[in-house]
């Protein structure tokens, strides 16, 4: 259950801890990202804010895709501040936990349109599909990554310019570019 997540969400923030809840895996072959680039964006925010605690979201069956994240970033002053939390939130308690989060990642999912409708801030990142159609909704702070290819948006069921996997719109999104869109988000109080 969500609550037996530890945490220190905004009604219980005592010691000032940020909440950031990534999803790693959106279980599309088109949209899935590197290990190494989610591990990259985690460890920028770890050092970039030492009030920050990332939970690594999915389902039961992301959870060695976590552990490998967080593997490659591991080291003694981050190993405290980064959690694995696949399979431990239920779909349905999602929206709960995420409404007292500080910032939500993910590509376009299922969670990631829970997440907009939680009103948690967020950093979205698109691709293949449209962000003018599929883009998360809400008064919140929200953040979209889209690689505006030629060939974008698109609608196939593998990407015209790499052979299998990820297409190029979501090789295309950098580490960077998640981390500059959540510390603006965070540098304007979300």
């Known amino acids: 259950a969500w609550s037996q997540v530890e ?104 969670p990631m349109h829970i997440a907009a409708l939680s009103g948690i801030p967020m950093v979205a990142m698109m691709g293949p599909q449209s962000p003018h159609l599929f883009r998360p909704w809400g008064k919140q702070a929200i953040k979209v990554i889209y690689k505006d290819f030629y060939c974008s948006p698109c609608w196939q069921f593998s990407c015209l310019h790499v052979k299998d996997g990820a297409g190029a719109c979501v090789t295309a999104i950098k580490p960077e570019d998640v981390f500059d869109a959540a510390k603006a988000i965070f540098q304007k109080g979300g």
């Open 7 to 110: 945490n220190c969400s905004r009604p219980t923030n005592l010691n000032g801890c940020k909440n950031v809840y990534i999803h790693v895996a959106p279980g599309n072959e088109l949209r899935q990202w590197e290990e190494e680039n989610f591990s990259e964006v985690c460890r920028l925010i770890l050092e970039w804010d030492d009030r920050i605690i990332i939970n690594l979201l999915g389902a039961g069956t992301d959870w060695e895709r976590a552990e490998r994240i967080k593997k490659l970033i591991f080291s003694f002053e981050h190993s405290d501040r980064i959690k694995n939390i696949c399979g431990k939130v239920l779909l349905a308690e999602l929206s709960m936990m995420l409404a007292n989060g500080d910032l939500y990642i993910g590509f376009d999912s299922g």
